[in-house]
């Protein structure tokens, strides 16, 4: 079935670092590919995302871009900040017609980023 | 614009007492609903899903149940918890049909005393 890698945190980085956090991912057909990210205490929001391949999903600083060959959506960002530090999680949506569960999100099991001043 | 409402934020119940956790969605028609439980240290476990009034996928056997009464309501419920639900449950929305985003509610922090 369709799943979700990523790294395994905690990823501890000191103020103005460069981020990775790698993710690969296995699907049947052509998922759309997301970036989520959840504050202490809250919901997951949004970060990014990517629906083809070689697509560039980019917001506040982050980058991922959609890599079909190596079926991978690493996030980069180039000067992490003390208010980044929160838990980013990978997910893709598998569409219908490719046997994906209708509206099935599958997420990565999340890594934990701290940002010291 | 659409918003998704999620009640009560935190809960303590005691071991044995029944749950009922409850979902809106606001601004949009027929969404797909998720519920999620993330416990402690770990990621997001997918629980049920919605596609429709009345369908309901159980992705985890266990010992929550989930309905749909209205397009735009989805319950959480349990009629006798144990110590194991105590989590953080997620109510999320999606467009239906289609490879999009979704939507997550501020979600229900339950401990089971």
């Known amino acids: 079935g369709d799943s979700v890698t990523q790294m395994e945190g905690p990823v501890t980085l000191s103020e103005e670092a460069f981020l990775t956090i790698n993710c690969t991912y296995t699907?049947?057909?052509?998922?759309?590919l997301f970036w989520y990210v959840q504050y202490p205490g809250e919901g997951l929001q949004l970060l990014l995302k990517?629906?083809?391949?070689?697509d560039k999903g980019s917001n506040k600083g982050f980058e991922a871009t959609y890599r079909k060959e190596t079926t991978s959506f690493h996030l980069e960002k180039g000067s992490v900040q003390v208010s980044d530090s929160a838990v980013y999680f990978c997910?893709?949506?598998?569409?219908?017609?490719?046997?994906?569960?209708?509206?099935?999100?599958?997420f990565g099991k999340g890594t934990k980023l701290s940002v010291k001043p | 614009s659409q918003t998704i409402h999620q009640w009560p934020a935190t809960l303590v119940q005691p071991v044995g007492s029944p749950l009922s956790l409850e979902c809106t969605v606001e601004?949009?028609?027929?969404?797909?609903l998720y519920w999620y439980r993330q416990a402690a240290g770990r990621g997001l476990q997918l629980l049920f899903y919605?596609?429709?009034?009345?369908?309901i996928s159980s992705e985890v056997p266990q010992n929550l149940s989930a309905s749909r009464p209205q397009d735009r309501q989805f319950i959480l419920s349990s009629k006798k918890l144990l110590l194991s639900d105590s989590g953080f449950y997620l109510c999320?929305?999606?467009?239906?049909?289609?490879?999009?985003?979704?939507?997550f509610g501020q979600g229900t922090r339950l401990t089971v005393v």
């Open positions: 699907a049947t057909g052509y998922p759309s």
């Open positions: 999320a929305w999606a467009k239906g049909g289609a490879t999009t985003e979704a939507f």
């Open positions: 601004g949009t028609s027929n969404p797909n």
């Open positions: 997910a893709l949506s598998a569409p219908m017609n490719y046997g994906g569960s209708q509206g099935n999100l599958i």
């Open positions: 990517a629906t083809k391949a070689d």
């Open positions: 919605s596609v429709g009034i009345g369908q």
